[in-house]
């Protein structure tokens, strides 16, 4: 079963700052690499995705990095916003559909 | 577009008494999922179905637990008897793509 290696568990940013949440996982059998947000008492959503054909992807404020060689990729969110603070999981694909990793809380403060 | 639903929204049952969980996919969509979170983890996969068949069952513990989606379309998952780590969110998903999967608001379980 693929393995799915978040880190940090939780992360305190300052309004505007950068927030990185890295992802490790370990088989590369499939070709997509989501990253969804959790707000309390919702369900995750979909924020953004990679394909390892590329080694970045920007949607707005949210950037995926990607290292296939390294089996790694990572969220950054940039000019962080008090609205970001939610639960953040990388997922991979697996003999499931996808793994989820344990999530990342992230607070933005003022 | 409407999301997916699920129903209850909360449930709070002693052990070994049974419940059930309701889930109405995004139309059109094929795939559905059924996830356990427990508190601060990610979510696992229970059981996947495409359409009204299952491809994915091997992390249900097929003793307490069952689903079954009927049509194709709507599904219900059932525990019986409960026991006491049963108590997690049971998130239901559906998607046309295996990765972008759209998640209902989830069903919060607490057995006593």
């Known amino acids: 079963q693929q393995q799915v290696k978040q880190s940090p568990q939780s992360l305190i940013v300052q309004k505007g700052g950068i927030s990185i949440i890295n992802c490790a996982y370990e088989?590369?059998?499939?070709?997509?690499f989501p990253w969804y947000q959790q707000f309390p008492g919702k369900g995750p959503a979909l924020l953004i995705a990679i394909r390892p054909d590329v080694s970045e992807k920007k949607e707005g404020r949210f950037t995926i990095s990607f290292n296939k060689s390294a089996k790694q990729f990572s969220l950054h969110i940039m000019d962080s916003q008090p609205g970001d603070s939610a639960t953040y999981f990388c997922?991979?694909?697996?003999?499931?559909?996808?793994?989820f990793g344990k999530g990342t809380r992230l607070s933005v403060i003022a | 577009e409407a999301g997916v639903a699920q129903s209850p929204r909360y449930k709070i049952i002693e052990k070994r008494q049974s419940v059930a969980f309701w889930c109405n996919p995004i139309s059109g969509h094929a795939t559905l999922y059924w996830y356990q979170q427990i508190l601060g983890q990610g979510p696992k996969l229970l059981i996947q179905f495409q359409n009204n068949g299952v491809v994915d069952d091997s992390q249900l513990p097929k003793d307490r637990f069952s689903a079954e989606r009927l049509k194709g379309v709507d599904s219900t998952l059932k525990i019986q008897p409960a026991k006491l780590e049963d108590s997690a969110v049971y998130l239901c998903?559906?998607?046309?793509?295996?990765?972008?999967?759209?998640f209902g608001p989830g069903t919060r379980l607490t057995v006593l």
């Open positions: 997922a991979a694909p697996g003999n499931t559909p996808l793994v």
């Open positions: 998903a559906s998607s046309l793509l295996p990765g972008e999967q759209f």
């Open positions: 088989n590369t059998a499939f070709d997509y």
